[in-house]
T-cell receptor
């Protein structure tokens, strides 16, 4: 597709369940970011990939959060043993350029996670 | 640490009114500055940007000027339309950490 695609768009999980959120970036985009957006807040950085390498994961809130991009294209954000505070919209963004001060990220529509 | 502060909403205006949404930032050096917009039911998209001091970014009638002295990047539009109703996010580029966003300002334009 032409844009960043995320799935599922909506996910309801019971507390303690594991979830996996998928991101298909724009073809050829080297950089991929995951953000977490709580209700009424701005997006908060989670992690960054350059191709298949995870260069920064300092924003992941706990070791229950794990992200991968094994072939440098599709990425998956996994949350183990979900908690209510994990409820948020998870945004994926990609960029063609790397290491440059461009900030022109292309965002998907997000995956809204609700943990009951 | 780096941060972005923008005026809280919601901001409600009548059509054709003048718009200002304030944004200030703290950062090391002089990062590129951005305004992103999120229309209802859509993903975030870049509205405009400025990469160095005194640069003016503009798009769709919106403008913002990079003010190094006041570390500000206020968003303005001379005459808003109902279709401008959205959430607006000010952001700066944090390098490997990507964008640092403000909390967003919900803009409501009434006909």
């Amino acid at each position: 597709g032409a844009g960043v695609s995320q799935s599922p768009r909506y996910k309801v999980a019971k507390r303690g369940q594991d979830v996996a959120l998928r991101c298909d970036p724009i073809s050829g985009h080297v950089s991929l970011f995951w953000y977490q957006q709580a209700l009424g807040q701005g997006p908060e950085f989670l992690t960054y990939f350059q191709n298949e390498a995870q260069l920064d994961k300092s924003g992941l809130p706990s070791d229950r959060f794990f992200a991968e991009r094994p072939e440098g294209s599709v990425s998956t954000l996994k949350i183990q043993r979900t908690q209510q505070e994990d409820s948020a919209v998870y945004l994926c963004a990609s960029s063609l350029k790397t290491g440059t001060n461009t900030g022109e990220l292309f965002f998907g529509e997000g995956s809204r996670l609700t943990v009951l | 640490g780096d941060s972005v502060t923008q005026m809280e909403g919601p901001v409600t205006l009548s059509e054709e009114a003048f718009l200002t949404i304030n944004c200030t930032y703290t950062a090391t050096g002089y990062p590129s500055l951005f305004w992103y917009v999120q229309y209802p039911g859509e993903g975030l998209q870049l509205l405009l940007k400025a990469t160095k001091a005194d640069d003016k970014g503009s798009n769709k009638g919106f403008e913002a000027t990079y003010r190094k002295e006041t570390t500000s990047f206020h968003l303005e539009k001379g005459s808003v339309q109902v279709s401008d109703s959205a959430v607006y996010f000010c952001a700066h580029w944090g390098g490997a950490d990507g964008l640092t966003f403000g909390k967003g300002t919900h803009l409501i334009i009434q006909p």
